[in-house]
């Protein structure tokens, strides 16, 4: 009998060899409470029964403190009960959300089959990325996107909150920010509720996003991106900002994708990038991102807080390295540990205590790896963001029409699958990892269903990455087993309301 399917790939999974588990209107679940909710709500969109009150076989879901791996789960399952086990809470969750893969057909009913699972993650952090900056991404959307993640076993959602198209989150210390350069994104005004009008979050919708996530063991990762992506802040702001500057890059952009050439006190609707910076050499930009940051702390339970750092094209290198060296302290200093792009492994001054985002190749060119082997020198650790297997918006091969194609062309379900974190940056193993992150740019994004679209199925690559065992120390973690067990999934997501890619590389389930 071939084994269940399950997305990441577990540590160690073996079939029982009984009868499999009736599912029923009378099983029991018995246990902790939040995961009772939580597995009651996936039995119910998957099968339509309700599990609750019955005097049938019982499901057990009990968190055994320290009994593993902070995360970590087992499962053991046969004919007479399931029982679950976390060594914490969050190892619980993960628990459930295998055993809502693990739910099959049999004739009329459903089961659970037999079967021992051993699971705990490779990695601390496990990130999606969501850039509601150049599409606006209302609330119900990230609440989508936090229980789709938290299915794969994701523990971070990292918000892109600005970008040169808009400023989307509320500060009372910067009103401005939200009253004068949150109403645009790319392409305009015009077409409410399908992302171009704009938008923000206000303190209370952050707040509801960050408690949402913090109920699916997630936690948010805030980015307000800095020095450059900053043409929204000279909307509220102008004294802080330096004109934008036009590059030859930026005339090749308009060339393909249309637009106007950015204007000082406009806002931008294109989908260029590299064309703003803040004042570097003025205190009073400091105090706007102490500010910022300052408040952003006190809402955001994490420890993180990005700032952003990346494609500062039209800041010198010198004026660029002063500034991480300041906006690092400020974060560090606010007791928060920074997190930027890799770019800003270049600055000698940054905080060592600064995590470093690698959003270069596979194989890395021009640079990219020694910016990032910087931040691991300095003692602290990398999250890796290969551009060309895990960048969520870039084309499907199959699906034209969707997305960009500046990472090596279009990205295929393999090629987001086939790599191992610890050969991208030569010499940063797993003790220099600190995980793995998926981002969605949005330019082309604008909305849920787009989202769905780009994001499954090879979100579920990069949850592969982040969790599973390393590649050639399971037999699980090769592309031919992915394909089968992720295309074993469909029904799952299907019933989720997931509007996955149907992808012609992966054998996909229909019951
Ligand atoms: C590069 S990746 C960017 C973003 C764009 C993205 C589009 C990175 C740190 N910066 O500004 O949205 O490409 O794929």
Redesign the pocket.
């Known amino acids: 009998m071939s084994l269940p399917a399950v997305v990441p790939a577990p540590t160690s999974i073996e079939a029982g060899s009984g009868a499999p588990f009736r599912l029923a209107s009378t099983t029991v679940v018995k246990g902790d409470t939040d995961a009772a909710t939580a597995l009651s709500a996936i039995v119910e969109a998957r099968t339509r029964l309700s599990l609750a009150t019955g005097d049938g076989a019982v499901i057990e879901l009990r968190v055994d403190a320290g009994s593993g791996a902070p995360e970590s789960y087992r499962i053991a399952a046969d004919e007479a009960s399931v029982v679950v086990t976390g060594a914490d809470a969050a190892g619980l969750f993960y628990g459930v959300q295998t055993l809502g893969q693990l739910i099959a057909r049999d004739g009329d009913g459903w089961v659970l089959p037999a079967v021992t699972i051993e699971d705990a993650p490779r990695f601390a952090y496990r990130g999606l990325m969501l850039?509601v900056a150049?599409h606006f991404h209302s609330v119900d959307t990230v609440r989508a996107y936090i229980d789709r993640g938290a299915s794969l076993k994701f523990n971070a959602l990292h918000l892109h909150l600005t970008?040169d198209q808009g400023w989307r989150i509320q500060l009372d210390s910067r009103p401005e920010l939200t009253e004068k350069a949150s109403g645009t994104s790319v392409g305009g005004g015009s077409v409410v509720g399908q992302g171009r009008g704009g938008g923000f979050y206000t303190k209370a919708d952050y707040r509801e996003i960050v408690e949402y996530a913090a109920s699916r063991h997630m936690i948010v990762v805030p980015e307000i991106d800095m020095p450059g992506?900053t043409h929204a802040v000279g909307l509220a702001y102008p004294e802080l900002t330096e004109a934008p500057t036009v590059s030859e890059h930026m005339r090749e952009t308009i060339r393909d994708y249309g637009g106007e050439e950015p204007r000082t006190g406009t806002p931008y609707d294109g989908m260029a990038?590299g064309f703003s910076s803040l004042k570097i050499h003025d205190e009073a930009t400091y105090d706007f991102v102490a500010d910022v940051f300052g408040e952003l702390a006190a809402m955001t339970p994490g420890p993180y807080l990005h700032f952003g750092g990346?494609?500062s094209l039209s800041t010198t290198d010198d004026d660029f390295a002063v500034f991480v060296a300041r906006a690092s302290a400020i974060i560090a200093d606010l007791g928060k540990t920074p997190v930027a792009?890799h770019e800003a492994g270049a600055a000698p001054d940054i905080a060592d205590i600064t995590i470093g985002q690698y959003?270069g190749f596979l194989t890395p060119q021009e640079g990219a790896a020694e910016k990032a082997i910087a931040f691991v020198d300095n003692g602290a650790q990398l999250i890796l963001s290969p551009?060309d297997a895990i960048?969520l918006?870039m084309q499907y091969p199959d699906l034209p029409g969707h997305g960009?194609t500046?990472?090596n062309g279009p990205t295929s379900v393999e090629r987001a699958y086939s790599w191992e974190p610890s050969d991208v940056v030569p010499g940063v193993d797993d003790s220099g990892i600190l995980g793995i992150e998926a981002?969605l740019?949005t330019?082309t994004i604008r909305t849920a269903a787009d989202i769905d679209t780009m994001a499954f199925p090879r979100a579920a690559a990069a949850a592969e990455a982040a969790w599973s065992p390393a590649t050639g120390t399971s037999e699980l973690r090769t592309w031919a087993s992915f394909r089968e067990r992720v295309g074993a999934l469909g029904p799952l997501w299907t019933s989720m309301g997931i509007g996955f890619h149907p992808s012609d590389e992966i054998p996909w389930a229909t019951e």
């Open positions: 850039d150049r970008d992506h990038v990346d494609e792009w959003w551009a960048y918006d960009l500046w990472a981002p740019w330019e």
